[in-house]
């Protein structure tokens, strides 16, 4: 059964960072396509940033700079790294995986929610 695990996330004030950790257990691993992606309630969701299985990186326009995603394969977890965070970054951030980009991810973490105060 795959799984994936999240933690990170919380409160912060503008300007500060954050840092989100997804670790994928079953039959998915960190070589697979994976995404953060991120929902304020009662919107849609927005693509934080795509790693797809050649390790290829898409951030989305709102974030680039800002955040970067990585893995720590001993460790078996991928990261985002959250700088200069911004109050419109306030969502319920989603660690996604898939084993190709021609279809939508099928797993999907808990979430965990990211408050940024001015």
């Known amino acids: 059964q795959v799984r994936l695990a999240q933690s990170g996330g919380g409160s912060v004030q503008a300007g500060g960072s954050l840092k989100l950790s997804c670790e994928p257990s079953g039959y998915i691993y960190l070589d697979n396509c994976m995404a953060w992606v991120r929902q304020v309630q009662g919107k849609g969701r927005e693509v934080v940033v795509i790693?797809?299985?050649?390790?290829?990186?898409t951030y989305g326009d709102s974030v680039k700079g800002r955040f970067t995603i990585s893995k720590d394969v001993a460790k078996n977890t991928l990261y985002l790294q959250m700088n200069n965070l911004k109050p419109e970054d306030t969502a319920m951030y989603y660690c996604?995986?898939?084993?190709?980009?021609?279809?939508?991810?099928?797993?999907w973490g808990q979430g965990t929610q990211v408050t940024v105060s001015s």
């Open positions: 996604a995986a898939e084993h190709t980009l021609t279809i939508p991810p099928r797993y």
């Open positions: 790693r797809d299985n050649e390790g290829r990186l």
